[in-house]
């Protein structure tokens, strides 16, 4: 088991800051997971983590030691990349056991971890196999298994799914799930740009953006209550609605008037100050219903995208606003062409003033 603690964490090169002031906490035995949009610095810090990027500033901490200065092999950590990386001429119980018998591992101590390494993903009749002889979800177990067998305090994984198709993404993210379970003890942070993967599989998310963290919490605390505006769009998908509007009766069922005629009931919190403040209210497609008269919108049905479960209804912009996405469960797609009518319950309705929520505010 491993804590990691980064303190002030930055990177930059030369007069480029990729990353700035990076606080974070990771508790032994906690899978965090790394979103956030493309060129954020997810792999870099990641990275950073490993040893194979160097920390420009603050300080990185594994079980209370301080890891700056020290290389990657002896940072108790091993890496999954993106590639599978095997040696192709190797069959997979040789991939396995190479980096232990680097490490001059007595030939019960490597059989033994290999082959629990295998029983673990599954990959025991597979053992004397080369490489090219396996599927791609074989292979990027293989690259797990190897990880696995050095026993290290902390697993990374950067983007290990992203070169495998859908079906065995999905097939090898319940592998992982199962790997957890399987090492509760462990510590492993992973780095993707699957919100699905991020949902399903993290203790914690940390939303990275702008040189730095938007925003930490559990995959359901992001979800019900983002900070701001960018996690609450980053977070779930179809991404959230927002609406621009006024607040017009602030107090504790707050309503808002809408640039485009509607209006929106919100359970977040507001103060006479709030009267007359410019808002943009966020609703998420799942949170529409469909009513017969008022509402928070009304709009012509654009695109309809049945999906068998549900259905998306996608409307025409308004001024100032992008499109409106409505996830409907069900089959709807006589809908399209229609004029539909939408609200949401108050308690699902987010309220954002500059960015941010006014619950955070």
């Known amino acids: ?3 990691l603690n980064l303190t002030g964490v930055g990177k930059s090169y030369g007069e480029v800051d990729v990353l700035k002031d990076i606080d974070l906490d990771i508790r032994a035995g906690e899978l965090i997971v790394f979103v956030g949009p493309s060129g954020c610095g997810k792999s870099t810090l990641l990275r950073m983590i ?3 990027e160097r920390i420009t500033s603050g300080e990185l901490r594994i079980d209370g030691v301080r890891v700056n200065d020290m290389p990657p092999a002896q940072r108790g950590i091993a890496m999954v990349f993106q590639s ?15 980096a232990l018998k680097i490490a001059k591992k007595s030939r019960q101590e490597i059989d033994k971890a290999v082959e629990n390494a ?3 993903l599954q990959l025991t009749p597979y053992l004397d196999r080369l490489p090219k002889a396996l599927s791609g979800g074989q292979r990027q177990r293989v690259a797990i298994g190897r990880a696995i067998v050095r026993d290290p305090k902390v697993y990374l994984f950067d983007e290990p ?8 993404r999905v097939a090898t993210r319940i592998e992982i799930a199962q790997l957890k379970e399987a090492m509760p003890e462990r510590t492993m942070i992973y780095v993707t740009h699957d919100q699905v993967e991020a949902m399903t599989l993290a203790s914690r998310i940390v939303v990275l953006a702008n040189k730095g963290i938007a925003q930490v919490g559990t995959p359901l ?10 996690v609450a ?4 998908s179809p991404q959230m609605n927002l609406l621009p509007g006024v607040i017009t009766e602030p107090g504790t069922r707050t309503v808002i008037t809408l640039d485009g005629g509607g209006t929106a009931e919100s359970t977040v919190p507001t103060t006479e100050a709030d009267r007359g403040l410019r808002v ?9 219903t469909v009513i017969t008269q008022g509402g928070l919108f009304t709009g012509t049905v654009e695109i309809v995208e049945a999906l068998g479960e549900v259905t998306l209804l996608y409307f025409a912009a308004q001024p100032g606003a992008a499109h409106v996405i409505a996830k409907l469960p069900g089959i709807h797609a006589g809908l399209r062409h229609q004029t539909v009518r939408l609200t949401a319950a108050p308690e699902k309705v987010h309220l954002f003033h500059a960015g941010r929520s006014l619950l955070y505010r």
């Open 221 to 230: 605390q992001l979800y019900e209550h983002p900070e701001t505006e960018f």
């Open 161 to 168: 799914l992203s070169n495998l198709d859908a079906a065995l």
């Open 50 to 52: 490993a040893g194979l």
């Open 84 to 98: 599978y990386a095997l040696y192709p001429h190797m069959t997979v119980r040789q991939n396995m056991e190479f």
């Open 280 to 288: 943009n209210i966020g609703v998420r497609p799942e949170d529409l």
């Open 118 to 120: 295998a029983r673990i």
């Open 233 to 236: 769009q980053f977070i779930g």
């Open 1 to 3: 088991m491993a804590d």
